[in-house]
């Protein structure tokens, strides 16, 4: 036995004869140490250990909390941010149940059997679990009420589906439908997503609003569109035309670290972001990141780049015309009045040509409050 | 991809791991054998015994306090499994304890707080004989308060409220006899299994066997439950951390540095002194008051200043940023949270397995928060969702997705249409 173990023994053995012969516990070392911590905090005016208190609500640290963002097409936050809008939205799927076809919203039989699929997106880098997704359907128009519920249980409560979606990935919700048996049916269908931590809550509605008609070059096309004023008081609207819809162009999304971004008129946007200590890839240490989009989706206020195709006019025949494109209308406290709108196709319009026709109201403060898309196609 | 998240302790693997002792064979060498050194050392050269004794004591103290936070952080945890998953609802209130650590409880999924209670009282009212002390009237779910004082009053004996929480869990919620797979994929966080647990942990972690009784202390229960003796350390950290409830629980812990703080204060307030000391002693006048004395006011200024607005776990304790908070993550009681962590033994309170460090928290179910996505005239639809509604197929799938947040890196480059690209915007830069 080396010297150092001879001394480490002598001593552990004097320490087992202290500890046994005072009867000296670790759980009195540790109270005569609470009491001196005590005495301590109270002379520092600290909280004592004792006196903590258990937490009705905890407050999470940002590292550990996860914000999902489930989302769809949703033109109400869109418009907010200035951006062009249409009203058939590509999360929104009608499909016919027997036959498995897609059928355009405007197009629906009565008595008949469909699948509303509403695509949600998880625009977030966490996971997005038990997102609640809701669907419902109401006439034709702008803003017209009475929803309802597109799918009930056997009990005749409304269908919610929960859905558990990837990060920056996406799921569908399938609703079955029968349309009443009604004659018109021309409606609006309505999706809402919710997650009790979403990181953006204005991009959980989308509304599919459509009606597709075909004519020859030359022509005119009436429709006839309802327009509710859900307010308790008149209001007076804008409405607004164009012709925007989805191009082929592609967006590039790099991962880049970010400290703060800023858009134009000096507005903070707030991206996901995602605080990273390694990433094999990136080869970096420690950041905060988010996806950066090549060129910038926030700098450019495009309301006004989408005019109608040459030789296509629209007239609204009440309201008052106020600027290329732009009217504006006056309605009642909770009154639906119908716009007569009139579409004027160009003699010279080609054959299979599709005008997508995008009519948007804003109310007093500039909120947007609804909107149809009228699909034209030339025969 | 490793995500940033509050994180001081290492587990050691089992076997390494181990409970404090005040008899451990280091910390006595050091408190020992390495003052008594420094002291005879300094004594001989300067021939001033008290001195000499007054800095051996203070040197061998902070080695001390080193070798106590390096068995705190880096062997007071058992390693059983890396990165696991639960899904759970909060029972209790969160609370933020001496060390720095906030921790909270968590009821496993698919069993809902009444249904447990249910079990509770089933027992309690079944077995007279074993839980029963003459109370005339049968216990019910409609009067909780009753049910948690009278255990806490009338079942003082550890064994036998430790017989009670083994028949609830492991009779009533995890049948042995009749196993239901749909309801029991996350019963190995409170019944024992090799399978899950790997062979060495399982060897180095006390058996939790049905029936408990004749309990030793190589048999310890993996739940634990407000009833938990409390132990040194409890004392130590201010009381017991176990949240107020009836109910068997997995307990979970955010990462604090509160006792790491603690140790580095005592080290250099130790050191401090003794170089006060050893000026005071050793150096001529007026130089030994001059030194000392900015020794001893830089210690002064150590123990007021150090860590004084430190008290609770935070963020900031763990020195992270705080600046890019979108919004504060609100943990409420009842909340159902799916989370993330190492799957740990404390070696310590009697054995506690616990998630340690939590890495991510996710909320599925907020308490009392059912929104009415089908806003219809018909008011709120009734509720719909639930955690005993979570089925094993469903567990899975959340906990990979939970995996794929926490584990797998993000790619760098993606490419969208334009769909996407206005359905995705508000997490876009």
Known sequence: ?379 | MDRSYPHFANCATPGSSRAFSFLNFDLLFSLGFGGTVITMLISVTTGQVGCAIAIGLLIALSVEAHLFKDWYYGFRLMCIKKDKCIIGTMVGKAKQSFDGDTKFDMLVAPFEKDEVHQYIINQLNDDTDEFGTGFTDEFNINDLIAVLNYIRDHIPDEERRIELYSRVVHKDMFNQDNPDPDRDYLKHFLVRDVDEMGQEAFDHSPEDRYPPVPRTDEVNPMYRSSHTPTDWLDDLTGGSDLAETLLPFLHCELEGYGIGRLMNKIIAMALLTAAAIAAFCYLPWPANVIVGGIFLLIALLVLIFYDKDSDDSSPADAGLDQGDVDREAIVLQDDVLGIFGNWIMDEEHTKYFELHPIKAVHFILKANDQPDVTQTLHGKPPEFYGVSQISSNEWEEICELIRISETVDPIILMRINEEKKYAMMAGLA
């Open chain 1, 1 to 379: 036995m080396s010297f150092l173990q001879t001394i480490k023994r002598f001593l552990q053995g004097l320490l087992n004869n202290f500890f046994e012969t005072f009867q000296v516990s670790k759980k009195a070392i540790c109270s005569a140490y609470t009491h001196l911590i005590c005495i301590f905090n109270k002379l520092t005016g600290r909280k004592s250990p004792k006196h903590r208190p258990k937490l009705d609500c905890f407050r999470l640290p940002p590292e550990v909390s996860r914000w999902p963002d489930p989302c769809l097409y949703s033109q109400k936050y869109l418009r907010a941010r200035n951006e062009p809008v249409i009203w058939d939205n590509p999360d929104i799927k009608i499909f016919n149940r027997q036959s498995g076809e897609f059928v355009p919203s405007g197009e629906l039989t009565a008595n008949t059997d469909y699948s509303v699929e509403a695509r949600i997106t998880n625009a977030s880098f966490d996971a997005a679990l038990g997102v609640l997704v809701g669907c419902t359907y109401r006439n034709w128009g702008i803003e017209t009420d009475n929803r309802q519920s597109i799918e009930l249980d056997a009990s005749g409560n409304p269908v919610v589906k929960i859905l558990h979606i990837a990060p920056w990935g996406d799921k569908l919700a399938i609703f079955n439908w029968r349309t009443p048996d009604v004659q018109d049916q021309h409606i609006c269908i309505e999706v809402k997503c919710y997650h009790p931590a979403d990181r953006e809550p204005g991009n959980n509605i989308g509304q599919e609003n459509t009606t597709v008609r075909s004519a020859s070059s030359g022509s005119s096309q009436q429709f006839m569109i309802p327009f509710f004023n859900a307010e308790l008081e008149d209001r007076l609207f804008t409405l607004r035309a164009d012709n925007f819809t989805f191009s082929d162009k592609m967006t590039d999304l790099t991962l880049r670290e970010v400290k703060s971004i800023k858009r134009s008129k000096n507005q903070i946007i707030n991206p996901a972001k995602i605080d990273i200590r390694t990433h094999k890839e990136l080869k970096t240490k420690s950041g905060t990141f988010s996806y950066i989009s090549t060129p910038s989706i926030h700098d450019i206020d495009q309301r006004n780049n989408y005019p109608l195709s040459p030789g296509w006019a629209i007239r609204i025949a009440e309201p008052e015309e106020v600027g290329a494109l732009e009217w504006t209308v006056k309605i009642p406290a909770k009154t639906t009045i119908n716009l007569n709108v009139e579409v004027g196709i160009p003699g010279d319009a080609q054959s299979g040509h599709t005008e997508s026709i995008n009519l948007t109201a804003h109310d007093p403060k500039g909120s947007m409050t609804g909107g149809v898309t009228l699909i034209i196609k030339v025969e």
